[in-house]
């Protein structure tokens, strides 16, 4: 691995809005031209997601949310910050939150990134089976991935110009 930055979309592609971390991703992918990032897109979330953590400088994590507030509404904060919002596959019943599985990632010796970032989408609080977003949530792709974009040129600044 020579990246030192991550962008993780999280997400089920075949599940109405919960796929809106994959459209992100693929999206900042498609735009993106720095080998120091990569970008993945996964199924998965507590512990499992720190495997994929593991040995990056900076993540930055783009998730469906459903917090009873207007789907499309974005939501850009630090890890720390995510316990006060639920993403869908950050903080699982059935798994560890995003803090917690980062806790316990650090506490048995795992090397994950100091900065790690969220971009959560609020999503429409039941996904049907299918591979189109609700129209709210596809109209704010474009923006999530402007915000990732926007945090990537903060932590990996271009180069100054000649």
């Known amino acids: 691995m020579n990246a030192t930055t991550l962008v993780v979309g999280l997400g089920n592609p075949i599940l109405g809005d919960d796929g809106v971390g994959w459209r992100v991703a693929e999206l900042v992918r498609a735009n993106l ?28 994590i783009v998730d469906a949310m459903t917090t009873g507030a207007t789907p499309g509404n974005l939501y850009s904060m630090s890890a720390r910050e995510m316990d006060e919002l639920c993403a869908q596959h950050t903080a699982s019943v059935h798994d560890l939150s995003l803090s917690s599985a980062l806790a ?12 790690i970032w969220v971009v959560g989408v609020e999503a429409q609080p ?7 977003l609700s129209e709210p949530v596809s109209q704010a792709v474009s923006a999530a991935a402007s915000a990732v974009e926007a945090w990537l040129c903060r932590v990996n ?6």
Request: glycine share 14%; aromatic share 10%.
């Open 157 to 162: 600044p271009p180069p100054p110009m000649p």
């Open 104 to 115: 316990f990632g650090r506490g048995v010796g795992l090397d994950l990134p100091e900065e």
């Open 33 to 60: 031209d720095d080998p120091d990032v990569e970008v993945l897109c996964l199924s998965l979330g507590g512990l499992s997601l720190m495997e994929y953590l593991a040995g990056y400088r900076r993540a930055i």
């Open 126 to 132: 039941e996904f049907d089976f299918g591979e189109t």
